[in-house]
Nanobody, 127 residues
């Protein structure tokens, strides 16, 4: 059974850093794109970043470019989201999700077709 488990959330001051992890099990990671999404209270869920597990090709939302970095460790079947220079507006529940993208060289965007979701991890940026 395909399963995604997020970890690494917490409370951090503005300007600080956190690294989120998304551990995958029950499926072959290299056939999927893994995306990070977030949802703040009263707002719609938005795609933050994604990575193609086979090629490593990445994509970022404009709001996080230059601050967030997505990476993967295929041996550990884990995808990471390194978040630096955090702002209060980054506060949200962060989710990782998987989309079947078996063709090498394809893109992980647009942020559609992500059908498998983790339970989420809270990130709070506050002084």
């Amino acid at each position: 059974q395909l399963q995604l488990v997020e970890s690494g959330g917490g409370l951090v001051q503005p300007g600080g850093s956190l690294r989120l992890s998304c551990a995958a099990s029950g499926f072959t990671l290299d056939r999927y794109a893994i995306g990070w999404f977030r949802q703040a209270p009263g707002k719609e869920r938005e795609g933050v970043s994604c990575i193609m597990s086979n090629s490593g090709r990445t994509s970022y939302a404009d709001s996080v470019k230059g601050r967030f970095t997505i990476s993967r460790d295929t041996a550990k079947k884990t995808v990471y989201l390194q978040m630096n220079s955090l702002k209060p507006e980054d506060t949200a529940v962060y989710y990782c999700a998987a989309a079947l993208r078996p063709v090498y060289g394809s893109s992980c965007t647009p942020f559609v077709g992500y059908n498998y979701w983790g339970q989420g991890t809270q990130v709070t940026v506050s002084s």
